[in-house]
Structure formats: structure tokens, C-alpha cells
């Protein structure tokens, strides 16, 4: 890692639009997940970006300042991460993680 990047975990969703709003609520950064990572070592913060011509595609962005904290947090909270997961999966029609990527802050 180099000094001064920063660590982003990018996530491609495809809603129906019946979700659309319940989609946005649960994956902002106001969300569930965001309110999850909240409580954890070195999480930056969430973003939820919504395609300018699919209004139903978005991508999340979650910061956080290392690989290894994300890490950490994964460990210790993989129950409850795996719950929402499985809670949530009915919002979306398909998700792709697009990958993990350093970024400057």
C-alpha cells in the first residue's frame, strides 16, 4: 500500500423498480450497511452512485482506509454480514462486486 491511498470496495446492482426506493434507503450512505460498517475500525464512508441512463443500475462505493481494516471487519461480523445479505437479496435483480481498488483520498 502506498501512504496516503485509501481502500474502495465498488458493487454493481441492478434493481427492479419496485425496489427502487427501498434499494436506496438500504444501501445509502444512511443505510443498513453503512450503519454497520460505522461501528468499525477505519471505515471512511459509503456511497451510492445511480447510472445517469439506467436510473435502475447503481454502484456502491464503500471506503475505508486500509485492505486489512475491511478485513477485519469481515471477520468479526460475518454473521451479521451474511444475514443482511441474504435479508436484502430480494432488492436487487443482480450484483456484481467490480473489485476492490486504492484510490487517493
Same mark, same amino acid.
Given at each position: 500500500?502506498? #501512504? ?6 465498488? $458493487? ?16 445509502? #450512505?444512511?443505510?443498513? $450497511? ?28 464503500? $471506503? ?37 481498488? $486504492?484510490?487517493?483520498?
Amino acid at each position: 500500500m502506498k #501512504p496516503g491511498t485509501q481502500y474502495v470496495i465498488v $458493487w454493481q446492482f441492478r434493481v427492479g423498480q419496485e425496489n427502487e426506493a427501498e434499494f436506496v434507503k438500504q444501501y445509502g #450512505p444512511q443505510g443498513i $450497511w453503512a450503519r454497520l460498517f460505522r461501528g468499525s475500525n477505519g471505515y471512511i464512508r459509503t456511497e451510492l452512485k445511480r447510472d445517469v441512463a439506467d436510473h435502475l443500475c447503481f454502484l456502491t462505493l464503500d $471506503w475505508w482506509e486500509t485492505e486489512e481494516d475491511f478485513s477485519g471487519f469481515r471477520q468479526q461480523n460475518l454473521a451479521e454480514y451474511e444475514r443482511l445479505d441474504k435479508e436484502l437479496e430480494g432488492l436487487t435483480e443482480k450484483e456484481t462486486r467490480l473489485g476492490a481498488f $486504492w484510490s487517493e483520498p
